[in-house]
């Protein structure tokens, strides 16, 4: 079984290193099945079965005598097709998928948001109904390019706060984190570049990279942050174009970076010539802010970005770039290519529960909440016989490992046979080396009989 595994994962990278050359140069030959055995130093019966494989789909054209060619007509820009064929249980957008269908009576300790009810709905339902009311708000017209000036002001205010000046004309509000990340990766990477990222890690930030045809190359990540020797030695062989990652609160694990390595990373940084794009969506989680990468070196290197989407609310989009003002100039432009920007009801909403307390007391109250589900999650994973890989001081995930034997995949595709959607640690490892990990979310992870669910399919699997 072992053996099958390796071959296909050969006949997987194999196809991936084709399509690699096909997008550099469509309609071109192909190189002969020695040369790419020998490249990617594997079997020519490898070869040959990436390049049926690919004729079958359409992508390659063989012609006898002649040798293999791209397929003169370009297909579509399949996401799923970008990285390696993977099984549903440890495809991240399969996954994505399942934890945003509304399955009646499904759980979903595996998605990665606060359950509908920890959320204020009521308070924003009047955030809605006082910009309705009010004289003068935008409720009918595009938003200003940057978006909603006040916000970004505010914004700016809160940056201050934590040490760091920011001006307005330095933020660039935008509809989501997500778009953000996408907006930041279309503006400093091409086709091709390399992007390090931290394994584990936001496994949409794999989406999104492969979405650019980025190189993506994981750095083994540590409880303090990211294996430094590791990163160094990528830096050096690959020459990274960015580094993206959650510094605070890091998703999947909840470790937030040390700040010794926090300034070794900057140093690196100046020493390799890349970016490092800091996605801090989980901050608000913390009652005393961590510094962050951008809060040690401001915005030379460093691109911050936020949203409010899992703290506030997820449908009201609002999230910001917050960068070098040269780069916002160009990131704005791009966004209006693109699908202009945040909205300002959105805004002016976000900017309401902002400035009345609202989302101050919201948070004082969802915190503790948060430390409580997650002492009552770790108990019951610890019952179940996992092991926490680290006890976060904040957020709302859990990292735990399976007993010796047992393959998370396997659990989560039982699991959902049982109406529970979990989030096996492949999900989130570029090198797939998370096989007995998995993500759990605490606030969603409320219900006994998720944990029922865990130990029956992992007695199964024993």
């Known amino acids: 079984m072992l053996d099958q595994v390796v071959g296909s994962t050969l006949i997987e990278t194999a196809m991936t290193e084709i399509r690699r050359l096909i997008a550099a140069a469509p309609g071109a030959r192909l190189p002969s099945i020695r040369r790419l055995a020998q490249q990617q130093a594997v079997s020519k019966s490898t070869v040959v079965e990436a390049y049926d494989r690919l004729v079958a789909q359409g992508v390659v054209e063989s012609r006898p005598g002649s040798g293999f060619y791209a397929a003169g007509r370009i297909r579509p820009f399949a996401l799923a097709e970008a990285g390696p064929r993977l099984d549903r249980a440890i495809d991240p957008l399969w996954i994505y ?6 399955q009646k009576g499904a759980l979903h300790p595996g998605c990665g948001w606060l359950p509908d009810a920890w959320l204020p709905e009521d308070m924003v339902r009047r955030g809605l109904r006082a910009v309705a009311r009010a004289e003068g708000n935008n409720v009918s017209a595009y938003s200003v390019p940057q978006g909603l000036r006040p916000l970004r002001e505010h914004l700016a205010r809160r940056f201050s706060e934590r040490g760091l000046e920011v001006e307005p004309a330095a933020i660039l509000l935008t509809d989501s984190g997500s778009r953000a990340i996408d907006l930041v990766c279309r503006f400093l990477i091409q086709p091709g570049d390399t992007v390090l990222v931290d394994d584990p890690c936001y496994f949409n930030f794999q989406s999104l990279l492969q979405a650019q045809r980025a190189r993506i190359i994981g750095v083994p990540y540590t409880r303090q942050g990211p294996d430094l020797d590791r990163f160094a030695s990528l830096c050096a062989e690959h020459r990274p174009k960015l580094y993206l990652t959650n510094a605070v609160l890091h998703n999947p694990t909840g470790a937030t970076v040390n700040v010794g390595i926090a300034h070794r990373l900057l140093k690196l940084a100046e020493q390799h010539d890349f970016i490092l794009v800091e996605d801090n969506i989980f901050a608000d989680f913390e009652a005393r802010s961590s510094p962050g990468l951008a809060a040690l070196d401001g915005f030379e290197r460093v691109v911050h970005l936020g949203s409010f ?8 989009r609002c999230g910001y770039i917050v960068a070098r003002a040269d780069w916002i100039e160009g990131l704005t432009d791009l966004a209006l290519a693109t699908g202009i920007g945040c909205s300002d009801i959105a805004a002016q909403t976000t900017l309401s529960l902002l400035t009345d307390g609202s989302y101050r007391r919201h948070l004082d109250s969802l915190r503790p909440r948060l430390a409580k589900a997650m002492a009552v999650a770790a108990d019951r994973l610890r019952a179940c016989g996992l092991t926490l890989w680290l006890e976060p001081q904040a957020g709302m995930f859990l990292w735990a490992e399976l007993p010796e034997g047992l393959d998370s995949a396997v659990i989560a595709r039982k699991a959902l046979e049982r109406d529970v959607v979990m989030a096996p640690g492949n999900v989130f490892s570029v090198s797939r080396s998370a096989a007995r990990f998995m993500r759990f979310n605490v606030a969603q992870s ?8 865990l130990a029956e399919v992992m007695e199964c699997d024993g």
Request: charged share 25%; proline share 0%; aromatic share 4%.
């Open 97 to 102: 998928r399942q934890s945003l269908t509304q």
């Open 309 to 316: 989407s899992k703290t506030l609310t997820a449908a009201l």
């Open 446 to 453: 409320a219900d006994k009989r998720i944990f029922d669910v």
